[in-house]
């Protein structure tokens, strides 16, 4: 049943899914294209979008929001560039998980492999919240692929998230009602929203009730000293001044004293959802990086 239905517990659970999916796509009001690669650890969506001879950069999202929050920063970068945005396997999305990630290095094989399908020989990795655990995590483990990353609000990662964080994230995982996961936790993330957001709210909500755990994920933990250390490659870390996982003023300190690359960013407003609170802000920002490199 999950492979028939991409991973859901059921056909009625994989159409509600969808339909929010669509909801949430047609704020993508720009051309874009979907495809699916196959890799060792399962079935990977991307979408694609922007000028094809211009620089690639790939996008890691947020847990459980999908590739589909992308859909303002998208909208902003995809004359200047290449742009990639991969639904991460382990999560609810439209990619299909058919094999366990129980270790870091199995994220490194897949992302490897579907840098190989696009032929993307060194790229610079955009990574959000979980998503920015997975560019680093890859960068670590695979330097050689990576020229430069841009971590916005990492999970985990640098410094450990709040106690706030993790109650929130237990109780909607016991008692998941819609309106309990989205007031509790999906607009508690979002400290300044705006229209659109609740579409992505519901999308989340409608992933985490339907998405089958059939697989095991790896969440997300802080790196070590030594391995934040080894990062050569540049590594701009961005956090919003009205972070809620963590205090974004030590997150920046804590990212400064431990990579030695690190160059910090700190946003006047946002919370932890920055691609969708302060699009305009964050794609201004990533141009800015990017230009400099």
Same mark, same amino acid.
């Given at each position: 049943?999950?492979?028939?239905?991409?991973?859901?517990?059921?056909?009625?659970?994989?159409?509600?899914?969808?339909?929010?999916?669509?909801?949430?796509?047609? %704020?993508?009001?720009?051309?874009?294209?979907? =495809?699916?690669?196959?890799?060792?650890?399962?079935?990977?969506?991307?979408?694609?979008?922007? =000028?094809?001879?211009?620089?690639?950069? #790939?996008? /890691?999202?947020?847990?459980?929001?999908?590739?589909?929050?992308?859909?303002? #920063?998208?909208?902003?970068?995809?004359?200047?560039?290449? %742009?990639?945005?991969?639904?991460?396997?382990?999560?609810?999305?439209?990619?299909?998980?058919?094999?366990?990630?129980?270790?870091?290095?199995?994220?490194?094989?897949?992302?490897?492999?579907?840098?190989?399908?696009? !032929?993307?020989?060194?790229?610079?990795?955009?990574?959000?919240?979980?998503?920015?655990?997975?560019?680093?995590?890859?960068?670590?483990?695979?330097?050689?692929?990576?020229?430069? +990353?841009?971590?916005?609000?990492?999970?985990?990662?640098?410094?450990?998230?709040?106690?706030?964080?993790?109650?929130?994230?237990? +109780?909607?995982? %016991?008692?998941?009602?819609?309106?309990?996961?989205?007031? =509790?936790?999906?607009?508690? %993330?979002?400290?300044?929203?705006?229209?659109?957001?609740?579409?992505?709210?519901?999308?989340? /909500?409608?992933?985490?009730?339907?998405?089958?755990?059939?697989?095991? !994920?790896?969440?997300? @933990?802080? /790196? @070590?000293?030594?391995?934040?250390?080894?990062?050569?490659?540049?590594?701009?870390?961005?956090?919003?001044?009205?972070?809620?996982?963590?205090?974004?003023?030590?997150?920046?300190?804590?990212?400064? $004293?431990?990579?030695?690359?690190?160059?910090?960013? !700190? /946003?006047?407003?946002?919370?932890?959802?920055?691609?969708?609170?302060?699009?305009?802000? #964050?794609?201004?920002?990533?141009?800015?990086?990017?230009? $400099?490199?």
């Amino acid at each position: 049943m999950a492979d028939t239905y991409r991973g859901f517990k059921s056909k009625e659970g994989y159409k509600k899914y969808k339909n929010a999916h669509d909801k949430v796509m047609g %704020l993508w009001d720009i051309p874009y294209e979907e =495809q699916i690669f196959n890799t060792s650890f399962g079935d990977v969506s991307v979408l694609t979008c922007g =000028q094809q001879d211009n620089e690639p950069v #790939v996008f /890691f999202h947020a847990f459980g929001f999908s590739s589909a929050e992308w859909y303002a #920063v998208a909208r902003n970068l995809k004359d200047d560039y290449r %742009l990639y945005f991969v639904d991460v396997l382990g999560e609810f999305n439209y990619s299909d998980t058919k094999e366990h990630l129980n270790e870091r290095e199995d994220y490194k094989t897949w992302i490897t492999e579907l840098f190989d399908a696009l !032929m993307l020989a060194k790229v610079t990795i955009v990574g959000h919240s979980n998503g920015g655990w997975h560019a680093l995590n890859y960068a670590i483990l695979n330097p050689d692929r990576v020229k430069s +990353l841009i971590v916005l609000s990492p999970a985990a990662s640098i410094k450990r998230m709040n106690r706030s964080f993790y109650s929130r994230l237990l +109780l909607t995982n %016991l008692i998941p009602r819609e309106s309990l996961v989205i007031n =509790q936790f999906c607009r508690w %993330l979002t400290v300044r929203r705006q229209e659109g957001h609740e579409k992505l709210f519901k999308l989340y /909500f409608l992933g985490q009730k339907y998405v089958s755990w059939e697989y095991v !994920m790896t969440p997300p @933990k802080k /790196f @070590k000293s030594e391995e934040l250390a080894s990062l050569m490659m540049p590594v701009n870390i961005a956090v919003g001044r009205e972070e809620v996982i963590y205090d974004p003023f030590q997150l920046l300190e804590e990212a400064e $004293n431990k990579i030695r690359t690190c160059v910090p960013h !700190m /946003f006047e407003t946002g919370g932890h959802m920055l691609p969708i609170e302060i699009p305009d802000e #964050v794609s201004t920002y990533i141009k800015k990086v990017l230009s $400099n490199q």
